[in-house]
């Protein structure tokens, strides 16, 4: 469910337990590395997609990182064939530069997004991907796999949480107690707009489908970071998820959507599983909301 990235010569890089490369240049010949659909909770199918120098370009992967990420073109995001990586550890960082910025909870680290000037804190514990990573869910009989909701750059907790081989395909899928991350939401019409649907979709994505009517979003209200961003916020919940396997569990959902400094709409989401004995307690969810704030890449 969660698989890890390619090496550009086909197979998983010896030399670093998670390794990840940078995105080349659109104009450049590029293709996308990611992992076959897994099965996540409920049946629901988690995609984790890395932009990885190859080949060829598919023009249909910038169009989809550009609607679904609300960035540029370098945003393009389209699933190929991979092998997974082990998990790396808190202490492994993929993330080169995030590291220049600060955390402002003490032992935290910081999460950035480039593409999209946003950055938050997690804990220690949770691991964080590179910043051309991609992970979204799709419909499972969408053959096109059009992502219903998407996020970049994200952190995990607890990467193999739950294992299972729910089609019985002789491989087992894993999925994270936790995922949380960013993406821009050109096209949007209202921030309140992007905390219900946004939310909504990542439960049901994640945990219900087919489902909708077992996802039920409480009422959008308005939220205020540490930093002065003032936005909507909203979260949704699963009930009578039916328990076929053992991973088959309820799932929740919170995204806080706000306007940019730029005057974009963009957002960040939390998703994992709920009702469990371990599941991130709603307080911990919001204290890493709080931290949210624009920043200025280096490199801009």
């Known amino acids: 469910m969660w698989p890890g990235e390619q090496s550009p010569t086909g197979g998983p890089d010896p030399r670093q337990p998670n390794p990840y490369q940078q995105p080349a ?7 996308t590395s990611g992992g076959p659909p897994g ?9 984790a997609v890395a932009i990885v120098a190859a080949v060829a370009v598919v023009v249909a992967a ?14 393009g995001a389209r699933p190929g064939p991979t092998a997974s990586a ?10 080169g530069g995030d590291d220049e910025l600060k955390p402002t909870l003490a032992g935290w680290n910081v999460v950035a997004n480039p593409g ?6 997690v804990p220690a514990s949770w691991v964080r991907q590179s910043p051309t990573w991609v992970t979204y869910v799709a419909e499972d009989d969408d053959p096109d796999e059009k992502p219903l909701v998407a996020m970049k750059a994200p952190a995990v907790l607890q990467e193999k949480w739950c294992g299972s081989d729910g089609d019985r395909d002789g491989s087992v899928d894993h999925m994270p107690l936790a995922t949380a991350g960013t993406r821009g ?4 019409r209202s921030t309140e707009e992007i905390a219900r649907d946004d939310s909504a979709d990542w439960v049901y994505g994640s945990f219900t489908q087919p489902d909708r009517d077992k996802v039920s979003t409480e009422p959008v209200t308005s939220f205020t970071t540490s930093s002065g961003i003032r936005g909507s916020v909203a979260t949704s919940r699963s009930s009578g998820v039916e328990k ?4 088959d569990v309820n799932g929740k959902a919170t995204t806080f959507a706000f306007e940019s400094a730029d005057g974009d709409f963009v957002s960040w989401s939390f998703v994992g599983p709920a009702d469990v004995t371990d599941e991130v307690p709603d307080a911990t969810v919001r204290r890493i909301l709080a931290t949210v704030r624009e920043y200025t890449p280096a490199d801009s």
Do not use: H, M, Y
């Not at 099965?39 to 995609?47: V, W």
């Not at 999209?116 to 804190?121: E, L, M, N, T, V």
């Open 86 to 95: 082990p998990s790396s550890s808190p202490a492994d960082d993929p993330r």
């Open 62 to 75: 910038a169009v989809t990182g550009a609607v679904l990420l609300g960035g540029g073109e370098d945003e």
């Open 244 to 247: 076929k396997g053992k991973c």
């Open 25 to 31: 240049p659109w104009n450049a010949p590029t293709v």
């Open 39 to 47: 099965r996540g909770p409920g049946n629901g199918r988690t995609k």
């Open 116 to 121: 999209q000037g946003i950055a938050f804190d």
């Open 185 to 188: 939401n050109n096209g949007a």
